[in-house]
Each structure stands twice: as structure tokens, then as C-alpha cells.
């Protein structure tokens, strides 16, 4: 029954709105100050907002009985409309919202409200059509379905799954309102979207984090409980933790979040892990221009032990994503640490890069054994950052993934309906070269499973592996197309290097900063590259683990030509 007190109040908001529109399923008040409200009463599932990623954003607060009941952020359109991204109404349904929405600006400059795009195509739907709609859209790799994604956060396996977080925008495809979004696999290949998994609060948007499974209840949460620990980005960057009972689907905020705190402004990227040897858990967090590690026997209750990094290795940007795991080091039957801490910018060529030390960890502290100005990089081409390992994965394997891009372009790359991927799942290890100890990096064994029959032709989405059969020689190995936009990758013995050139690839007039060249060191001969090509990206690995090489290419239409020139036998697969 609809009371009289609803009819007056629906009658007197009907009167002051400024703008109704017939095709428009709410009521519009144009007010004051960029300020708008929209009334909307709920009966289908998304509100379809139009986006057009050239305005700046737009702060949309729902309001439900007089509270704010969500906010963020969105590039409402203003002008004409570049996509559509689902607002879920679903906790709202057979109520009245109210969406209190301030533009930035000035309306004077902006033009008048009333005449913004955005009125004209809101749409409310029960479906929010996520059909692929970009040619550049891998095959084979991580995507999000719509919206923005940067770092991948709390891998973990449990039970068969592979799970897969990442820093998630649900609300347009440049980074914002980070959340974390969630996909799962069986095999680690092929992943299922499962929607949103922690979204921001009263203490911030969810930045960068780990997840671990408790098997042995040390948290008294649970025994085999996921709990996860992310950085609350708010006015300042804390440390707080949400826990799953039912293996990652849903998670619970902790009450008494943030567990960790401090006075550095780049406080963040919590990763845990269970260490044996301490017979406890021990976390490592980027901490300025060091790494923090903690250690606990609970979870909850952090003791800071120590910090590392202060003149070691590359300091030209923010440290940021840590890791630290205990390897073995090939052939020798001994073990060392490996801390991975990803840097932006400041990488080989610009912008974002994984650079790694490797050394030794008592639960306390961790001790670097090359001098300190060595720096390593565990890929050597522009698109591979943030790249952390899977808690609890199987056989003792090491298994990374990373965001493949670079934050300086990352916002701008030409795709629209989503942007970035994750890089195919490698095996981590360390091998030895003139006294140095390096990580490797081997495409994990899954991706076999994703070979279909041998092919002559390259095509969009296929995996190239190329034997070495003379080291006197260099193998020069060119895809290319038929309007002469072309990679050329190069593997000399004579200096031990490989390279790749991406400057002719096709589309790279978005940034200034794409066009590159670049170039690894092999440690030694490579006996076989494996090539993971993928509509807008190139993975070139020394199949020995050697070298890895991580770089996006944006080609108008496919490298449907190969070239090798040099002493070599090659072999295609189609990947599917
Ligand atoms: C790295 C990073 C992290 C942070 C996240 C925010 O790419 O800057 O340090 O947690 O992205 O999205």
C-alpha cells in the first residue's frame, strides 16, 4: 500500500525538479554548485550509467532513507558516450534511491547541466551485456569483463583452485574506486569472473594486498579460513584484513581494521606467508623507499622486525607489491630467498619493473648477498609489473603472474570496454651465472594444455617456439603484416643478449612513452625461445628460464607473416 505521506513526498520532488525526461526511468533535480540529485525507485537490477573517459569524474553518493549507502566515482558523460558500465541495484530493489551526483568544475565552462549526455542515455536493465566488443582482447590471458584492472592481489590455490584477485574499477576502464575483483580457475588458464570480493569503506578504497589459506586455525577464524590482508587507502595508507569461509567467494571485514599502521605515506601491498622455519607468519609491506617486515602468530597481531632496502638496488621510483619466498637454486640442492619488489618508475626502460634480490631470511631480517648496487630485473620488457606468487600452491611450485602494462601509458592504451591483462603464470626459481644468483622464469605447464594442432600460420593468438641451431650466428625472428608494421626480436650469442623492437609495431601514437626497444641479457646461450603471442602482446622466454621478456604491441591487424632469418627451427601452435 502506498501511503498518502509517499504520494505528497513523490509529488513535491516531482514538482522541483528542474529536468524530467519521458525515456528517463528517474526524476532529475538540477541544483546549485556542479549538483545534481536523481531520484530513482528501484525495480530492475543495474542502473546503466554512460561513460565518457575525456571528463573528469563525476562523485555519485547513493542515497537510501537519509544515508549514504555507497560511493565512488565515475566519468559520467557529458559530451557523447564512450561505453556503459552497470551500477548494481540489487540491495536496493522496491526501495527509492536517491543518487547525489557533483560534477567537477565549473558550469560555467562545462555548459549547462541540464543538457549533459548522461540524462539522456541512463538506462535502467536486469542484464548488463559484457559481450566482447574489442578486437584486441586476449584469448588466452586474464582479462576483467569490463572496467580497469592493475595489480593482480591474494593469489592462492585451495582445493583446485587457483584464485585470482586484482585491483578492480567496476566503474569505468581507467584506474579509480579500487576494489577488489575476483576470477577463479581450475587449471589456470581458463578463469570465471566472480564479481567483486572486498569493496571500499569508511577507511578507504582496497589498494594492493595477499591471501593466505589457515589451515591450522592460527587466526581462530577457522580452520582452512582465506584471510586476506590489503592496504586501506583512505586519508592515510593502513593495513587491514577481511577473512572468507567459504574459499574466497565472499569476505568478511575484520572489526578492528587496520591491524597495521605507521607515519610513512607509502605504507602499502601487505603480502603474508606462513614460515616454517619460525613456525609463524611473516608479512612484507613497501614502506617508502624500504621493505617492512612484520611477524605474527595469529594474523591479527603484527611485531614489526625490520626493514630492508635503504641503498640497494634501484631507487628511481616507488617501491611497491613485495614478495619473499624461499627458492631452491638449481642444481646445487641449497636454498635461497627471494625478495621481489616492484618499482615504479625507475624500471630498465621506463616506468613500471619487477626488480628482485636475492639472499637470506631468517624470519627477522633479510640480508641481500650481492653488494648493493646490483640490481636485478625478473623481465626485460615494459609490461610486466606488480608481479606476485600464489599462496599454497601445489608441489612447492613458486607460480607468479603480472600486470601486464606500464604505468605510463597504462590509462591509455587502445581499448575501451576493459583495460590491461595479466601475463601468463610462471614457475620461479634461481639459477647461478658468474657468481651471481638470478630468479628464473619458465612459462608454468599449464599453458601445454592450451596448445591445439601445429600450424604454418601465425596467427592472433599462438605460441612460437623456436630451437637455436647455430650460437655463431644471430637469430633474427620478425612478425610482421601486411601494412609493414612489424616486431623484430633478436637473439645474438655473440653478446648474449636478446631484444625485442617494438617501434614500428602498429598502433603506439597513444603515449609518447610506448615506442621501445628492449633488450635482456641471457646468461648464456639460449638453446629455445618459446614466443606467447596474444592479440596485443608479446611473452619471449628462454624456455631454460633464463630470460623473460614481457611487451604489449597494438598491430591494426594481426602479424600474419613470420620471418626467421639465422640457423633455427621453428614450430607454431595455435593456442586456444
Ligand atoms: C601498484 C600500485 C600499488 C597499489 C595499487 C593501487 O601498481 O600502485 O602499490 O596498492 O597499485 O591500485
Known amino acids: 500500500m502506498i501511503s498518502f505521506k509517499k504520494i505528497v513526498l513523490t509529488a513535491l520532488c516531482a514538482a522541483s525538479a528542474i529536468a524530467t525526461r519521458a525515456q528517463m526511468p528517474g526524476t532529475l533535480s538540477l541544483l546549485g554548485d556542479n549538483h545534481v540529485f536523481y531520484r530513482l525507485q528501484v525495480k530492475q537490477r543495474f542502473l546503466l550509467l554512460p561513460v565518457e573517459e575525456r571528463q573528469e569524474n563525476a562523485r555519485l553518493c547513493i542515497i537510501k532513507n537519509n544515508e549514504i549507502v555507497k560511493e565512488f566515482n565515475c566519468k559520467l558523460a557529458v559530451d557523447k558516450t564512450d561505453y556503459t558500465v552497470p551500477l548494481d541495484l540489487n540491495d536496493y530493489q522496491g526501495s527509492d534511491i536517491l543518487i547525489d551526483i557533483t560534477f567537477p568544475g565549473n558550469r560555467r565552462t562545462t555548459g549547462s ?55 578492480y574499477n567496476p ?145 628511481d621510483g616507488v617501491w611497491e607489491c613485495p614478495d619473499l619466498m624461499k627458492l631452491p637454486v638449481n642444481g646445487t640442492g641449497k636454498e635461497k630467498w627471494l625478495l621481489i619488489c616492484n618499482i615504479n618508475p625507475g624500471g630498465p626502460f621506463g616506468g613500471s619493473a619487477t626488480q628482485y634480490f636475492v639472499g637470506s631470511f631468517d624470519g627477522h631480517k633479510f640480508t641481500c648477498e650481492s653488494k648493493p648496487d646490483v640490481t636485478k630485473w625478473m623481465d626485460y620488457g615494459k609490461d610486466h609489473y606488480a608481479t606476485v606468487t600464489f599462496d599454497n600452491a601445489p608441489d612447492n611450485r613458486r607460480v607468479a603472474i603480472a600486470w601486464m602494462s606500464n604505468w605510463q601509458y597504462a590509462n591509455q592504451v587502445p581499448t575501451m570496454q576493459y583495460r590491461s591483462a595479466n601475463s ?31 600450424t604454418n600460420r601465425l596467427s592472433a593468438a599462438c605460441e612460437l617456439v623456436v630451437d637455436i641451431k647455430s650460437q655463431s ?91 626467421v632469418n639465422g640457423a633455427a627451427k621453428t614450430t607454431l601452435y595455435e593456442l586456444k
Open 424 to 454: 601468463v603464470p610462471r614457475d620461479l626459481g634461481l639459477f647461478t651465472d658468474a657468481g651471481e644468483t638470478y630468479v628464473s622464469v619458465v612459462p608454468s605447464k599449464e599453458l601445454l594444455a592450451l596448445r591445439g594442432d601445429k
Open 171 to 315: 566503474y569505468g576502464s581507467q584506474w579509480e574506486n579500487m576494489t577488489w575483483g575476483h576470477s577463479t580457475s581450475k587449471d589456470l588458464v581458463h578463469w570465471v569472473h566472480q564479481g567483486n570480493a572486498i569493496s571500499p569503506d569508511a577507511l578507504g578504497t582496497i589498494f594492493s594486498g595477499s591471501a593466505i589459506v589457515d589451515k591450522n586455525n592460527t587466526s581462530g577464524l577457522g580452520k582452512g579460513t582465506v584471510v586476506a590482508m590489503y592496504t586501506s587507502a583512505g586519508k592515510s595508507q593502513t593495513q587491514s584484513l577481511a577473512y572468507s569461509t567459504d574459499d574466497g567467494k565472499t569476505f568478511t571485514k575484520y572489526a578492528n581494521n587496520p591491524v597495521i599502521t605507521a607515519e610513512v605515506p607509502d605504507f602499502r601491498d601487505p603480502h603474508m606467508f606462513w614460515n616454517e622455519d619460525i613456525h609463524a607468519w611473516n608479512l612484507i609491506l613497501a614502506a617508502g623507499q624500504e621493505m617492512n617486515i612484520y611477524s605474527s602468530k595469529d594474523l591479527k597481531n603484527w611485531t614489526f622486525e625490520s626493514a630492508f632496502g635503504l641503498g640497494y638496488g634501484n631507487h
Open 113 to 167: 547541466m541540464k543538457d549533459f549526455v548522461v540524462w539522456k542515455e541512463l538506462k535502467t536493465s536486469d542484464s548488463f551485456d559484457a559481450t566482447n566488443r574489442e578486437k584486441y582482447r586476449p584469448v588466452y590471458h586474464h582479462t576483467p569483463q569490463w572496467g580497469w584492472m592493475n595489480d593482480p592481489n591474494g593469489l592462492f590455490y585451495k582445493d583446485g583452485v587457483w584464485h585470482l584477485y586484482f585491483q
Open 473 to 563: 650466428k644471430p637469430t633474427v625472428i620478425t612478425l610482421s603484416n601486411a601494412r609493414d608494421e612489424q616486431v623484430v626480436m633478436t637473439y645474438n650469442p655473440k653478446d648474449c643478449t636478446f631484444s625485442m623492437d617494438r617501434t614500428q609495431s602498429g598502433n603506439t601514437g597513444f603515449s609518447d612513452m610506448f615506442k621501445a626497444k628492449t633488450i635482456a641479457p641471457t646468461h648464456g646461450t639460449i638453446r629455445q625461445l618459446r614466443i606467447f603471442i596474444d592479440k596485443c602482446s608479446i611473452e619471449a622466454f628462454d624456455a631454460a628460464g633464463k630470460m623473460a621478456m614481457t611487451n604489449l604491441v597494438f598491430p591494426t591487424e594481426p602479424y600474419g607473416r613470420l620471418t
